[in-house]
């Protein structure tokens, strides 16, 4: 009895650079109709319309206006121009500033990288995750998506929080769970807001943050 022969998928790289021409096309016209528009006015149709191709293609390449919105936050915090998106997403692991943290000696280093990225990023971030939280207060898959975008960045500060134990230099008192949730409310979008609007800019949030990390977090 002969054995059934195992077949890999095949992968079309025409079709594969489709899907990546697509992406981009999507997103640059998202992000050019909700700087214009804003969350409230702006349509899938109208997306798709600009980008030059059908509704369900959008979907298809990256998802609905939540979607759309969460797309663009992480091109802002992968550090890419929102005029340029990239045709394949970068995972957060992935990101430049991700790897510098990981890479730099000593937790107070580590603390002002990602002080350093929070504060220049954000510039970009706070208007879409605001977009996407006013659209909660009365879209049910808005409020989905706040909420998952909020859990992953919950998720991602406890990696981050173990980092900074591995170092030796975090508080013995504070558990890895309260040192991620500290840095979890005070890396938020929210946060920034209140800040600008007392008047600081980047390099004062950056030193900020820096400052009150190293000062609740680490051992004396």
Same mark, same amino acid.
Do not use: C, F, M, N
């Given at each position: 009895m002969s054995r059934p022969v195992k077949t890999r998928p095949y992968r079309s790289p025409q079709r594969a650079a489709q899907a990546a021409a697509t992406r981009v096309a999507v997103l640059r016209a998202a992000h050019q109709l909700f700087t214009a528009q804003g969350y409230a006015g702006t349509t899938v149709t109208q997306v798709a319309r600009t980008a030059g191709v059908a509704v369900d293609t959008? !979907? =298809? @390449?990256?998802?609905? $206006?939540? +979607?759309?919105?969460? =797309?663009? #936050? *992480?091109?802002?915090? &992968?550090?890419?121009?929102?005029?340029?998106? +990239? @045709?394949?997403? /970068?995972? @957060? +692991?992935?990101? *430049? !500033? #991700? %790897? &510098?943290?990981?890479? @730099?000696?000593? =937790?107070? &280093? $580590?603390?002002? /990288? !990602? =002080? %350093?990225a929070i504060a220049s990023r954000h510039q970009q971030v706070v208007p879409l995750v605001a977009a996407l939280r006013q659209a909660a207060g009365t879209d049910p898959t808005a409020a989905q998506a706040l909420a998952a975008f909020g859990q992953r960045r919950a998720d991602n500060m406890r990696l981050f929080a173990a980092d900074l134990r591995e170092t030796g230099e975090l508080r013995t008192d504070l558990t890895d769970d309260q040192v991620a949730d500290f840095i979890w409310s005070t890396n938020a979008t929210e946060y920034y807001e209140l800040l600008t609007t007392r008047g600081l800019g980047v390099a004062d949030i950056e030193r900020l943050l820096t400052d009150i990390w190293t000062r609740v977090l680490l051992a004396p």
């Open positions: 959008v !979907y =298809a @390449a990256v998802g609905r $206006k939540p +979607q759309l919105i969460l =797309a663009l #936050v *992480d091109e802002a915090l &992968a550090g890419h121009q929102p005029e340029q998106p +990239q @045709a394949v997403p /970068t995972s @957060a +692991q992935e990101r *430049d !500033y #991700v %790897r &510098a943290v990981r890479e @730099a000696q000593g =937790a107070r &280093a $580590k603390l002002a /990288t !990602y =002080a %350093r």
